[in-house]
């Protein structure tokens, strides 16, 4: 099982649409979590930390289920600007050393 | 202004051959920490250094060795490239923990032909 899973898409969705991205991970011990944009060709850019509370940045919702160990990002009213792969991220502090895990991400194209 | 620069940005060699990929941090973390996208677009950790020791090995070949002069510098030299090393490789860097995430440099694209 991958440690953190999930859906590649592509979602394609038109421009002022509400989009969901949800992903799972394998161990209980992540202790942060984030979602990462990568534009094509481009390196991975923070997008967003996810708190347990949930939290908003603009139209960016993350929440984090820790007991299903499930996160989840939803954009509102889709830019032609938010295509890009959204990588879910999960961060371990083991006796080894921190590591960010990433999944495979989801492919988001966003059309007129 | 770069805050994680790599070089080069690209790389065309044959296989058999040796070649490294440099990367520099100006955001003054500790931790360096080198990644390798595949063909699939998967993201996975190979090392990293902190404070110019090694950290994390992750079950990368021999011919892959990391050196970090500095905190400010991890450098990745291969040997002997093969087909299978294409790839990107992208450096990044965090405060020790890492638990705010990482700054990634723009990446290496490497083709072995």
């Known amino acids: 099982r991958k440690e953190v899973e999930q859906d590649p898409g592509p979602f394609n969705v038109p421009e002022g649409a509400t989009v969901a991205f949800n992903c799972t991970y394998s161990n209980s011990a992540s202790q942060s979590f984030f979602w990462y944009r990568q534009d094509c060709r481009k390196e991975p850019k923070l997008l967003m930390s996810?708190?347990?509370s949930g939290n908003e940045d603009g139209r960016f919702t993350a929440q984090l289920n820790r007991a299903s160990q499930y996160i989840s990002l939803l954009i509102r009213d889709s830019k032609l600007s938010d295509s890009a792969t959204y990588l879910c991220v999960v961060y371990i502090l083991t006796g080894g050393g921190n590591k960010l895990t990433f999944g495979t991400g989801t492919q988001l194209k966003v059309e007129l | 202004d770069t805050a994680v620069s790599q070089t080069p940005k690209y790389l065309v060699t044959q296989m058999g051959n040796d070649k490294s990929i440099k990367c520099e941090q100006n955001l003054g973390h500790d931790t360096m920490y080198w990644y390798k996208q595949d063909s699939k677009k998967f993201l996975k950790i190979m090392f990293s250094y902190n404070n110019k020791e090694l950290i994390i090995n992750e079950t990368v070949p021999n011919r892959f060795s990391p050196k970090s002069p500095d905190k400010a510098h991890l450098n990745l030299h291969i040997n002997s490239l093969e087909l299978g090393d294409s790839a990107v490789y992208f450096c990044?860097?965090?405060?020790?923990?890492?638990?705010?995430?990482?700054?990634f440099g723009s990446g290496t694209r490497l083709t072995v032909v």
């Open positions: 990044a860097s965090s405060y020790r923990g890492g638990s705010y995430g990482y700054t």
């Open positions: 996810v708190y347990s």
